[in-house]
């Protein structure tokens, strides 16, 4: 270490071995650092790249042992690793944890996030917690519906939601699956689209904040992003400005993503944050000056933030293991295309809602950019109807 940061040859411990930690690993191994990840899955995307792949529970502590004698840092790519788990590399190791264990813990519980954000003042949508079925009566009477029902942890990409048209047909879902509680019972907004910031945080404090990024869901999984979002300048640094505000408040070190909804007035509510890079900032892989893993390796090293430059417009499309159910998809159409990038996680199998990769289409119009991007869409078989 230099000052502080951790130079090239450093281990570098990684939490979650899924897509976004592959591409971490990825920019971590291109700079000169080793990388040692922990993650269950025998074949985790990260691992293909990692220097070594601990095949463990998040939480298992000879795995966590192993970490704490041997790198210079931890992190995360996925918040449903255990906070306890980093907490523990810290205070049993002394090893630097970033994000720190507090910052996953806010972002793994959705009451706590949503009572965070209100202490913050920052605007959220209506919303009751349900802890447990004792508070059933109450959190139902307080709420406007219609409704959507969350899981308060381990849910994403749709999992643990279930939208509700009124009281009853909330008791009939709570009954049927008991699991669901605790959770967050949040009113059905009417959006004009929905937002996302991702931005760097360094150790000092400095914040660079990547080009909003708009977003479309199919299913409660992220269809594609659209960046720059096609909002006017105030509300995105509105938007940014907020995200800066949680991250600051939560003296946040890394990346972090802030989800927003946008009200159809053109007012702001925050939706949840995720503390590690995101799948709507892919684009940045393909567009712009850096990516967010490169920002993300530089911050967990304690390195001042790259200064985004502005990006090309680009447009990111998912690509589900929905479309491989046929075999593997023709890429005959995105490869021929000069303007798309094929990016492919090395997952099997590919099970519907699976994320396997993405396409990102980059150029210098949005409009031209979306029409081809929807284009490579259809012919990959994603269609809105599905």
């Not at 990692?50 to 042992?65: F, G, Q």
């Not at 009451?111 to 209506?126: C, D, H, M, S, Y």
């Not at 509680?181 to 959006?191: D, F, H, M, Q, S």
Request: proline letters at 7%; hydrophobic letters at 45%; aromatic letters at 6%.
């Amino acid at each position: 270490m230099s000052g502080g940061t951790i130079l090239p040859g450093a281990t570098l411990g990684l939490l979650g071995g899924g897509q976004l930690g592959r591409y971490f690993t990825v920019a971590a191994r291109s700079a000169g650092y080793e990388v040692w990840v922990v993650d269950p899955d025998p074949d985790a995307p990260a691992a293909h790249f990692a220097t070594r792949h601990l095949c463990a529970p998040y939480d298992d502590p000879v795995a966590l042992a192993e970490l704490g004698r041997n790198c210079a840092v931890v992190t995360t790519e996925f918040e449903n690793a255990p906070a306890s788990a980093m907490a523990r590399l810290a205070a049993d190791h002394g090893i630097a944890v970033r994000p720190a264990p507090d910052c996953v813990a806010v972002a793994q519980d959705r009451i706590r996030e949503k009572q965070f954000f209100a202490g913050l003042g920052l605007p959220v949508g209506p919303w009751q917690p349900l802890r447990d079925a004792s508070g059933i009566d109450a959190a139902l009477a307080a709420t406007t519906w219609p409704a959507i029902i969350k899981t308060a942890r381990f849910g994403y990409d749709g999992k643990g939601q279930v939208h509700v048209a009124d009281a009853a047909a909330a008791r009939t879902a709570l009954a049927a699956d008991p699991g669901l509680v605790p959770c967050v019972i949040e009113t059905r907004l009417t959006l004009a689209l929905e937002i996302s910031v991702v931005l760097g945080r360094a150790v000092d404090g400095s914040v660079r904040c990547f080009p909003v990024a708009e977003n479309r869901h199919r299913h409660g999984i992220l269809d594609l992003s659209i960046a720059p979002a096609r909002i006017d300048r105030q509300l995105a640094a509105q938007a940014q400005a907020m995200a800066g505000a949680i991250a600051a408040a939560l003296d946040y070190v890394g990346v972090l993503a802030v989800e927003f909804f946008v009200l159809a007035d053109g007012s702001l509510r925050l939706n949840e944050m995720a503390p590690r890079p995101h799948n709507s900032g892919h684009y940045t892989i393909d567009a712009g000056s850096c990516s967010q893993f490169e920002q993300q390796l530089r911050l967990v090293c304690g390195f001042a933030p790259l200064d985004p430059e502005p990006a090309a417009a680009a447009v990111m499309v998912n690509l589900l293991g929905d479309i491989w159910q046929g075999g593997v998809p023709d890429w005959q159409h995105v490869l021929a295309e000069p303007q798309a990038r094929l990016h492919l996680y090395g997952k099997d199998p590919a099970r519907p809602g699976r994320k396997m990769g993405h396409v990102t289409v980059v150029g210098s119009a949005i409009a031209d950019v979306l029409a081809k991007a929807l284009a490579l869409r259809s012919a990959l078989g994603i269609h809105d109807q599905d």
